[in-house]
């Protein structure tokens, strides 16, 4: 069993920055790839950011492309999501997620999932 605890949202101006963190329990953190999902009012859920068990390879949506950085340690079991350039469009609530295996962009493929953390971006 894995479990996942996102920190770090807030309220942030536009143009501003956060990090958000991801702690996970389990002897077997490096085994999963980890992703970080939003979810907007009225919106699906939807992969922003991932990377392989081992981090070498990473994801990102369009969106975020050369805003947002993933970056895990497996020493420390955690992952984290750097966000910069922040628009208000990012607002949403941000989850953490875990699979094993590659990374995949259904959220119904991942097997655990932190409570999520608001983003909120004012204009």
């Known amino acids: ?71 895990r340690d497996n020493a420390k079991n955690t992952v984290a999501l750097q966000m910069n350039s922040l628009k208000p469009e990012d607002t949403a609530v941000y989850y953490c997620a875990a699979r094993k295996g590659s990374i995949v962009t259904m959220a119904s493929l991942y097997d655990y999932w932190g409570q999520g953390t608001q983003v909120t971006v004012s204009s």
């Open 1 to 71: 069993q894995v479990q996942l605890v996102e920190s770090g949202g807030g309220l942030v101006q536009a143009g501003g920055s956060l990090r958000l963190s991801c702690a996970t329990s389990g002897p077997t953190f490096s085994s999963y790839a980890m992703g970080w999902f939003r979810q907007a009012p009225g919106k699906e859920r939807e992969l922003i950011a991932a990377t392989t068990s081992s981090g070498y390879s990473t994801y990102y949506t369009d969106s975020v492309k050369g805003r947002f950085t993933i970056s």
